[in-house]
């Protein structure tokens, strides 16, 4: 029986989806799943709810993450809403020359870089965060040394705050040791450098208030001692990602506004008194900035009952690789039946010939039948971005809901054509028929 009990459990148990089934419906008639849709309203106040919350410092600015949704319509929005990007490779760095994103509006932040990315950095004089002390001769050698450059910082150890431990740097593959900061500072300013910045990112999706105030204590601290001991000009602190967001529904969401003031109180704390209140606060936030703003919407199109039970969708890790990658926790709904009891037990899969293609294992959900549309929640950052092609399946569309409430497509799903591209160079496909061409 659905008690009053059940209900309430249910209520504090489910996340909401921007969506309606109504919605859903109408969409799929012109969309058919699987696809990607975003939410515009969503994406747009809370890009100007992180710089209300930062709106203490005048030179405070956003580099949203492009390696979470490389898209041009999201990075457009964005773009409108006063956010710079941070790029990680070349082709990054060219979708966002092709918006007209140029100079300080681009933070490079690579690690292992190859020259050519260098070079293209340089060209566009996007600030470049240079992830290793050797990295310094070599940006010379292939790109040349510009006026403003950032150094990213890895304490080692563990990174622990009050509530615990949240990562450990030590085994992290990224950044300068705090003696390499000190010394590359030094090395940068006689190679012609002569306004500096300090990047680090110590933890991952952290839900945790705490997170940024105590990784910007780190970095001011840091910051107030290169400047004593080098004599660095420090323009700005790039506190980078790691603000989370809650996938499992009785998590409670970060509050954005708290964060900031945390970080204001370390700031007037620590680099006032140092004489660097004119220092700059960055952020470069993919997850945080995206991901409760997408959902992943597909149909279920199989069910098996063998020694569990089974339902299969029409997408696959190849739209969502985060829960067979990490075995990451994605909420889902079954639209239409977000009151029904979730009374039955289901391992949801997708169609790879790879048992971890599994949205979810061992979950309780309504009963699904063949054709029910199912919404896996908080895919808007790292969902279509992780993508593949392996057994040659094909990627999916991504979709804006507008917030006038009609659908733009903003990628088309991709095609046989589109698979076999990479074979134009030759005659060995040339007698194949090509699908939807």
């Given amino acids: ?54 709106a203490w410092n005048p030179g405070f600015k956003e580099y949203f993450a492009v390696k979470a949704t490389p898209n041009p319509f999201i990075l457009t929005i964005l773009k409108e809403e006063g956010c710079g990007v941070d790029c990680s490779s070349y082709t990054e760095l060219m979708l966002s020359e092709a918006l007209d994103y140029s100079g300080h509006d681009i933070m490079f932040s690579s690690n292992d870089t190859p020259p050519e990315d260098f070079i293209k950095a340089k060209q566009m004089n996007a600030i470049i965060n240079l992830d290793d002390f050797t990295h310094i001769d070599f940006l010379e050698k292939t790109a040349g040394i510009p006026e403003t450059i950032c150094c990213r910082y890895n304490p080692g150890g563990i990174f622990e705050t009050a509530n615990g431990i949240m990562d450990n740097p030590g085994d ?69 990602g790691g603000i989370g967001v809650p996938y499992r529904p009785e998590e409670e969401a970060n509050d954005i506004l ?12 620590i680099l006032v008194p140092a004489g660097m209140g004119d220092v700059a606060i960055y952020t470069e936030l993919g997850r945080f900035m995206l991901a409760p703003y997408g959902h992943l919407v597909a149909k279920a199109i199989h069910e098996k009952h063998i020694y569990k039970e089974y339902i299969g969708l029409d997408a696959s890790a190849v739209d969502l690789m985060r829960p067979a990658m990490y075995g990451a926790y994605h909420h889902i709904t079954v639209m239409g039946k977000e009151d029904a009891p979730c009374d039955h037990k289901y391992d949801i899969t997708g169609s790879l010939c790879e048992n971890n293609d599994k949205f979810a294992i061992d979950r309780m959900l309504p009963k699904i039948d063949i054709g029910d549309l199912l919404v896996i929640h908080d895919t808007g950052a790292h969902g279509y971005a992780m993508g593949y092609n392996y ?47």
Wanted: one cysteine or more; glycine letters at 6%; aromatic letters at 10%.
């Fill in 1 to 54: 029986a659905d008690t009053g009990l059940a209900r309430l459990i249910r209520r504090f148990t489910m996340k909401k989806t921007f969506v309606t089934k109504a919605q859903l419906d109408e969409i799929t008639k012109q969309y058919p799943t699987p696809f990607h849709i975003y939410d515009e309203k969503g994406i747009r106040e809370n890009a100007r709810k992180l710089k209300q919350a930062f």
């Fill in 172 to 240: 992290a593959k990224y950044g300068f040791t705090k003696q390499q900061m000190i010394d590359g500072f030094k090395l940068l300013m006689k190679k012609g450098a002569k306004t500096f910045g300090i990047h680090s990112f110590l933890a991952s999706n952290t839900v945790s208030n705490e997170y940024y105030p105590v990784l910007a204590g780190i970095l001011f601290e840091l910051a107030a001692e290169l400047r004593e001991k080098t004599g660095a000009n420090i323009k700005f602190i790039n506190l980078s």
């Fill in 258 to 269: 708290a964060i900031g003031e945390g970080v204001r109180k370390a700031y007037e704390e």
């Fill in 391 to 437: 057994n040659g399946k094909l990627k999916s569309a991504e979709l804006l809901l507008k917030e006038d409430g009609t659908v733009q497509l903003i990628r088309r799903a991709e095609t046989p054509r589109d698979y076999f591209a990479t074979f134009d160079f030759c005659d060995i496909l040339k007698k194949m028929k090509h699908e939807n061409q």
